[in-house]
């Protein structure tokens, strides 16, 4: 849809009018959407996507809440809808922002007077409304053990049946590594040879019934891989209950029961390592800036001499917002910290680790989440049957706006390969790569 070839609407009154006008200053002139409000009054480009404001109370949401939570709030409950795609509707959106430099546009006193005014005479004003009940509640300070278990409680602990209907059959909720282009290449493959390379990368080929340690280990996709595949004695832990249950589950349909054993416990309540290896797929993002340190030396103390150590980790560009962002932070993964990473190299390198390898994924999450979305799509109706249409609308919020981060560059995906040197600087790292 072409941005700048639009069609104006003709001049209208009523409560969209007045947020068209409301909304001049900020977006740079036109509004970029064709906007129809709870009047039954339109404004902006017929051609541009369609954004309903079903309820005043949308505007009550973004006046206490201004910008992007304030917005997701109004979505997740129905105030504001949007007609067809939401991914298309959200490109074209951020594609005005960027074309129109309104990252710039500031905010003033004066500005905030007006709009309570114009909002005054639309009869909107109030108190601020309840949160929605989709959005997370955790207490207590920052990153302790109990705030820690409630934040993944919060998004992790939603359903196993939900995540089942979404993921592919391995369970893997992180990044695939996709080989290949075949039009019959699933997702399910691509899950496997992101398991098999990891495999690989911290050396359970060397030999079978190598000690695995992994940490947070969802739904247990890595370490029933490399127990079944690579014969690996496995230890897998997580503080999710949930999922647990889970993998416990197949562990007893699979025949694994000698080979993995997975814990309730904590990142920094291992006690016996160290093991021969050690992985973390996309759980560091969890632990914060300042217990980073922790959780590095967690990992390293874990290991052996001469044991590889890989994270699997999400990152940001130096300035950008190190959490995922209002929405995220509020409805998906309370407290999660993501930083450029270069930073998470230097970090893991003071825990004593020798970094060896970093290899970026970002195109295979963009491709990954293209999956997820498209099955949740197809199966909307069960999971709204499931779940509810309110945190139906959240996933669908958080798939569309996580994929653009990933496809834009707002956000990245790195496998990080380190080693444990002993005192004189030698490692078990081969001097080829055969991964």
């Known amino acids: 849809m072409s941005i700048t070839d639009t069609t104006p609407a003709p001049a209208t009154t009523g409560a ?72 298309e509707a959200l490109t074209h959106i951020w594609t005005v922002i960027a074309e129109r430099n309104l990252s710039r546009i500031k905010i003033t006193p004066a500005r905030v007077a007006q709009l309570v005014r114009a909002v005054a005479k639309l009869g909107v004003l109030g108190r601020p409304l309840p949160a929605p009940a989709s959005q997370a509640v955790v207490k207590g300070k920052l990153h302790t053990l109990a705030r820690d278990r409630a934040a993944i409680s919060h998004h992790y602990d939603l359903s196993n049946d939900f995540y089942s209907m979404v993921l592919d059959p391995n369970m893997a909720y992180s990044s695939a590594y996709f080989t290949s282009d075949a039009p019959d290449y699933t997702l399910e493959q691509a899950q496997r040879d992101k398991l098999d390379m990891v495999c690989r990368k911290i050396g359970l080929d060397a030999r079978p019934g190598m000690r695995f340690l992994d940490v947070g280990c969802g739904w247990g996709s890595l370490s029933l891989f490399a127990a ?112 450029p990473v270069g930073e998470t190299v230097a970090m893991i390198e003071e825990s004593g680790l020798e970094v060896r390898d970093v290899h970026a994924m970002r195109e295979h999450y963009v491709r990954t989440v293209d999956v997820w979305y498209d099955t949740f799509e197809k199966r909307w109706d069960d999971v709204v049957a499931m779940v509810g249409e309110e945190t139906a609308r959240v996933w669908r919020l958080y798939l569309v706006g996580g994929g653009m981060a990933f496809r834009d560059g707002r956000m990245g995906v790195d496998q990080i390969l380190s080693v444990r040197t002993n005192l004189r600087g030698r490692s078990s790292m081969p001097p080829v790569r055969n991964f």
Do not use: C
């Not at 160290?274 to 390293?300: C, R, W």
């Not at 290991?303 to 209002?326: A, C, F, T, Y």
């Open 16 to 87: 969209a009018g007045t947020v068209a006008n409301l909304l001049a200053p900020y977006v740079g002139g036109e509004i970029p959407v064709h906007l129809t409000a709870w009047d039954g009054s339109t404004a902006g480009p017929v051609d541009a996507p369609h954004v309903t404001l079903r309820s005043p109370d949308a505007l009550r949401r973004l006046l206490w809440s201004p910008g992007e939570l304030g917005a997701a709030q109004a979505y997740v409950t129905g105030e504001i809808d949007v007609e067809g795609d939401l991914n």
């Open 228 to 339: 079944s595949e690579y014969g690996a004695q496995v230890t897998g832990v997580t503080i999710s209950k949930e999922q647990k249950a889970f993998i416990d589950a197949r562990i007893a349909e699979r025949g694994l029961g000698d080979r993995v054993e997975i814990r309730i416990q904590d990142y920094r309540e291992i006690p016996d390592g160290p093991f021969d290896a050690v992985a973390s797929i996309e759980m560091g993002e969890h632990v914060g800036q300042e217990n980073y340190p922790t959780y590095t030396k967690a990992l390293h103390d874990n290991v052996i001499e001469g044991g590889r150590v890989l994270i699997q980790q999400m990152s940001r560009k130096h300035g950008d917002n190190p959490g995922g962002g209002p929405f995220i932070e509020q409805f998906i993964a309370p407290d999660m910290f993501m930083r």
